[in-house]
């Protein structure tokens, strides 16, 4: 089955928001086992949109849209296809009915103009919207299959991951889908995994393995076509045993998480706390670790040190440390240990990160953009100080050195420090 | 000139990356006066390229094309318009002498497939890639003109935004293009902005106004097409002094920056120094103010609280606010005043913000979902306590919890408070 996305609505092509549910449908439809070979985006227009249904339909058998549902006159998608494939198009019962309970639980007038969206096209399989009111509409004519989907994510993505993907395989039939397995690494860049994996990803076939890097983190996801899980298992083990096997002292993860929630599972099952003393990350580092609902319960807290005077005051390092001619100063190993040892000792906790450096844009210090470095103080163990020099802006200096702490904090809590 | 953007990249189609770069340059476009009427995706083969070209040509006058000049076999885009328009490739020397020198710093061996990124079509005018190797294409063949720019976003957007265009203005020629004013506000959701300004939205003609909301921030762009940037001036001027009149209260920007960059602006204006004492946000309103470059002049630092422990050792809250029958907890108003004024008193800074909430996904102390108290304490002034209840997941409801409290600050920088 070949598909074509189209996203419909003026903001998309004024710039006004980004086309992220191009990538999540084109993902979720790679999965199906469906390729994706067009993306397409067109305004609210209906001659335009009627036009882009033409050229799909020459080049895909599975037209996926998603926008034009709402209750606006702008809001055309249903009615250009249905006008496209020559059908009528009448009012699904049961989401009028839902709307108009919204409307008198809500006790505001019922407006006209929110009837459109319990509309669906003649012979089409209404798809259910948990979390808004407008129907989604699936159908097969003349051997194309469409799927008209809300544009709101909220709404798109869960009517698209429950009744969207049955529907799908059903279309499908018994064929067989695509199986994989993400595997997350930290403390490697995209190039040195591919070098450790080069002759695997040369010779792969079946299954496939595609690197990926995104956000400071590094992925390789392990594909293979099956019609079960256990079929898909067998076909999957013996890549990721080599894989395991060449990169095992960075392979935090074989599910999509971020290596945050690596550590925060760790530390829970290990019912171990942490702290955090940060400078040139300014609480980033804690804002991710936080992300992760559940670290309440194994994040006691930190301090963002920007200025030295906190730095002294409040994790106790010492003037003649930062300040001088000749002294360490904020940016050195010196400092991020004290500041990992300071923090560990006025929390009491079982371990504490620290990060210190210059993120840019200019220098500080005489220190040049881009130095960084990373301490880890651990109850009764050594504390250890990476020094790194990374590439990038601002945001990318400060998300890589956050990201490098939290590998450091993994390694031991893996017992690979 | 209406335009189509064309983004060529099977990792897009993958859904491995999002196609951020149709919204950058759709923006880019409109703003000077190019109508997007199509954004099209197509993987890295060369037939299916060549199809969207052919139709891209019949329904647009300018085609923008994003990906595909790198150096690999997979990199077509340059290769296939060519050959679709008929002209020969050739080398541009300066890129060359460029990558060679490049090649000879790193002191790695020169691979002969970098030459593919120094090629131009015959008769384009290369566009100067300042944080790449690639040098970009632009030309104009029967009265249709094309764009070649590289796919990194790091690379595409200083080309298109300074060699690019440039080349388009001229295309252009004098003609009116589309000047804006981007105006910014905080302590408002969007459907209160859009009550204040409704008439006016509806009446609009010339200026147009566009509200926007993105990430726990609302703007409203006012724009026109003119000549010159005075006569834009005087065309909008009538319309920004009427919405000033109904928002002043909101308004904290009119230029396109986050409310900590007017925080950090004017607390540097002010010479006046903040701390932060963060709960449910743990760290996210801290590592906010730090994105802004020069923020270490005016961010002394800050204390994430997320323990109980923490909040009465670091900042001095008392056991009685916090446990036992019958205290407030760490989720009140009590606990916001004392965090904030004991952050301020421990670091001596002017002003000291603190929020105190559940973020979900869950009640704790039997506190519902999205309840946030933020505090500000300010040097010789009272002590000011904001309660809110917040809607949306876990990260929405810490971006807000973290946008409001900088909307308080920014209440008593600006003498509004």
């Known amino acids: ?38 993306q397409t985006v067109v305004g609210d227009n209906k001659e335009r949109l009627m036009q882009a249904i033409g050229i799909a339909r020459g080049r895909a058998d599975l037209l996926v849209f998603t926008g034009g549902l709402g209750p606006t006159l702008d ?61 989604g509409n699936a159908l097969t004519v003349d051997g194309i299959s469409y799927l008209l989907l809300p544009g709101p994510p909220r709404e798109m993505k869960p009517m698209f991951d429950n009744d969207g993907s049955a529907w799908l395989k059903e279309q499908l039939g018994p064929s067989a889908a695509l199986h994989s397995v993400m595997m997350k690494f930290a403390g490697i860049g995209e190039s040195m995994l591919e070098d450790l994996l080069i002759d695997l990803i040369r010779e792969q076939q079946d299954p496939t393995i595609a690197p990926y890097a995104k956000e400071g983190e590094v992925a390789v996801r392990v594909s293979t ?40 599972r760790m530390l829970t099952q290990q019912q171990r706390t942490l702290t955090l003393a940060e400078s040139c990350t300014g609480g980033m580092l804690s804002g991710l670790v936080t992300t992760i609902p559940g670290s309440a319960v194994v994040y006691k807290g930190g301090i963002v040190s920007y200025s030295n005077e906190v730095k002294m005051k409040q994790l106790g390092v010492s003037r003649e440390l930062l300040e001088g001619p000749g002294a360490p100063g904020a940016i050195s190993a010196e400092t991020a240990a004290v500041m990992a040892e300071g923090m560990r000792a006025a929390a009491d906790s079982d371990f504490a990160l620290s990060v210190t450096g210059n993120a840019g844009p200019s220098a500080a210090e005489d220190k040049p953009v881009g130095l960084v470095y990373v301490g880890l103080a651990e ?13 990038g802006d601002r945001e990318g200096i400060r998300l890589r050195a956050a990201k490098r702490a939290l590998y450091m904090l993994w390694q031991s809590l893996s017992g690979q420090g």
């Open 225 to 264: 076509k099956a019609t079960d899980a256990d079929e898909a298992a067998r076909k999957l083990e013996g890549t990721l045993v080599e894989i395991r096997r060449r990169t095992r002292e960075y392979l935090y993860a074989e599910d999509d998480v971020p290596i945050e929630a690596a550590v925060v």
């Open 1 to 38: 089955m070949r598909a074509e996305i189209i996203a419909v609505g003026t903001e998309l092509l004024l710039g006004q928001i980004v086309n992220t549910n191009a990538q999540y449908l084109s993902r979720g439809l790679a999965e199906l086992g469906i390729d994706v070979y067009y």
């Open 75 to 135: 809001d055309l998608t249903r009615d250009a296809l249905a006008e496209y494939v020559g059908r009528g198009i009448g009012l699904h019962e049961p989401t009028m009915e839902k709307i108009m309970n919204m409307f008198a639980s809500r006790g505001g007038a019922f407006v006209e103009s929110n009837r459109r969206q319990a509309m669906l096209i003649e012979g089409a399989t209404p798809l259910r919207n948990d979390t808004g009111l407008a129907v």
């Open 379 to 391: 109850r009764g163990g050594v504390t250890r100080v990476e020094k790194l020099q990374l590439s």
